[in-house]
Nanobody, 124 residues
Framework: QVQLVESGGGLVQAGGSLRLSCAASGRTFSTAAMAWFRQAPGKGREFVAGLRGSGPNTYYADSVKGRFTIFRNNAENTLYLQMNMLKPDDTAVYYC?????????????????WGQGTQVTVSS
């Protein structure tokens, strides 16, 4: 059974940093695309960042470019999201996602596996 488990969320002041982790089990995702999405209260789930399993290419939403970095440790089967210069608008539940195909999609409907989410709250 495939499981994605996020951790690392919390409360931080604007300008601060957090690192989210997503530990995968049940299969290896080293050759599959993975991504982070987020959902703020009253809004839909939106793409934040993604990367392929087989190459160095990374993709970011315009709202987080230059502040967030997505990376993975294949030996640990873990995905990360380093978030710097956080803003109150970054407040949301953050979800890790993975798909069987090895190309990054920005649509949540194209992902096959999801974590339970971790809350990030940025105070002003």
């Amino acid at each position: 059974q495939v499981q994605l488990v996020e951790s690392g969320g919390g409360l931080v002041q604007a300008g601060g940093s957090l690192r989210l982790s997503c530990a995968a089990s049940g299969r290896t995702f080293s050759t599959a695309a993975m991504a982070w999405f987020r959902q703020a209260p009253g809004k839909g789930r939106e793409f934040v960042a993604g990367l392929r399993g087989s190459g160095p290419n990374t993709y970011y939403a315009d709202s987080v470019k230059g502040r967030f970095t997505i990376f993975r440790n294949n030996a640990e089967n873990t995905l990360y999201l380093q978030m710097n210069m956080l803003k109150p608008d970054d407040t949301a539940v953050y979800y890790c996602a993975a798909r069987e195909r090895d190309w990054v999609a920005t649509s949540m409907s194209l992902y096959d596996y999801w974590g339970q989410g971790t809350q990030v709250t940025v105070s002003s």
